[in-house]
């Protein structure tokens, strides 16, 4: 719905037509190639993802807190695609770009709320690794199962309210039109560009929700592995240096990623570009199995003993 003639752009007033429905543009062209290629991503997602929390929750070598955060991890990439892929797949089949404002309101909330946790549950893991390296002798006294569950389950209370509050603040606003939205799922920074209201109280709670979802849990890594370094750097032994580095280094490669495809889309000043968002929402999810079994032993063994092989190494022994 576009803005009547006469009307100002961004202002209220009563002249305007409420918007009811936005339209998500998505990726236009070659329908059928598109969804091949989406419908092919999403089930190597799921399939990854499925396949990583099936073989460290039967394999009773990887009941280890480091293996707990990382079965969250993988549910959370699953649901996390399964919010905007699944819509995008069937606009490509329909034709049909429409999206109500409560589904957007949904689907933006949903996405946000676990984007946020994987935040948090990211710095649990930095924590998990410092514990690991750093106080060895203590690690397992210190990281039971009910710490692992417990922070598990503060990254979801912490990411529930501030989301809550954001998205209520933005949907509260009037949408007069235009309603195109240039992406393929319900984005905050398009759907705020939409709003005909001062938008002073929205900037802030975005600066605000990055604050503490986004650069605290970052700073909280970093501090992890700067700790982290230093006692690696402190050990005698090169081996031990190398094994040390070797149980960080698939959660450094899945922060780097996720926090480097982050800040190349929402730390530049325009619109986020939809192309380039489909690093951190699909690139992500897809290749974290992939990290953490091909640079991870301890999957790989038990990989093997899933399918029958027997590997040549020892893994982890149990969470107390």
């Given at each position: 719905?576009a ?7 961004g202002?209220?007033s ?5 918007v009811?429905e ?9 329908p ?7 419908l092919?991503?999403?089930l190597?997602?799921?399939l990854?993802?499925?396949?990583t ?5 039967c ?5 280890t ?8 991890l993988?549910g959370l990439e ?6 905007f ?7 490509l089949v329909?034709?049909?770009?429409t999206?109500?404002?409560q ?5 933006m ?7 946020g ?6 710095a649990?893991m930095?924590?998990d690794?410092?514990l690991a390296?750093?106080?060895?002798l ?9 710490v692992c ?9 912490i990411?529930?309210?501030v989301q809550?509050?954001?998205i ?9 039109g235009?309603?195109v ?11 705020l ?13 975005v ?5 503490l ?6 700073f909280?890594i970093l501090?992890s ?5 230093r ?14 580095f070797?149980?960080?280094s698939?959660?450094i490669?899945?922060?780097s ?7 190349l889309?929402?730390?530049?000043p ?9 690093l951190?929402?699909i690139?992500?999810p ?9 640079r ?5 063994a038990a990989?093997s ?14 969470i107390s």
């Open positions: 719905m803005l009547k003639t006469g009307d100002e752009p202002r209220y009563k002249n305007h037509s409420i009811k936005f339209i998500l543009l998505g990726f236009q062209g070659h059928a190639l598109l969804f091949t290629a989406f092919a991503i999403y190597a997602i799921i990854g993802n499925g396949l929390l099936v073989v460290t929750t394999d009773s070598a990887l009941r807190p480091m293996y707990f955060f990382l079965r969250n993988s699953m649901c996390y695609t399964s919010i892929l699944p819509k995008m797949m069937a606009d329909t034709g049909d770009l999206i109500s404002l589904a957007c309101a949904t689907q909330f949903f996405i946000f709320f676990l984007g946790t994987e935040c948090f549950l990211l649990a930095a924590y690794r410092y390296i750093c106080l060895p203590r690690y397992m006294m210190i990281m039971n199962h009910r569950a417990g922070l598990v389950a503060g990254s979801f209370a990411s529930l309210p809550l509050v954001q209520s603040l933005i949907f509260s606003l009037p949408f007069c235009p309603n939205i240039d992406h393929f799922f319900c984005d905050i920074p398009p759907v560009s939409l709003a005909c209201a001062d938008l002073y109280i929205n900037k802030l709670a600066h605000a929700e990055n604050i979802v986004v650069v605290v849990p970052f909280l501090a592995y700067v700790n982290i370094a006692a690696i750097l402190r050990m005698p032994s090169g081996t031990g240096r190398s094994k040390a070797s149980t960080c698939s959660h490669t899945v922060v990623l996720f926090y480097g495809s982050a800040m889309v929402y730390l530049q325009k619109t986020p570009d939809k192309v380039v968002s489909l951190y929402t690139f992500i897809l290749c974290n199995p992939l990290i953490y079994s091909l991870n032993r301890e999957v790989k990989l003993r899933m399918f029958g092989r027997k590997p040549s190494f020892e893994v982890a022994s149990e």
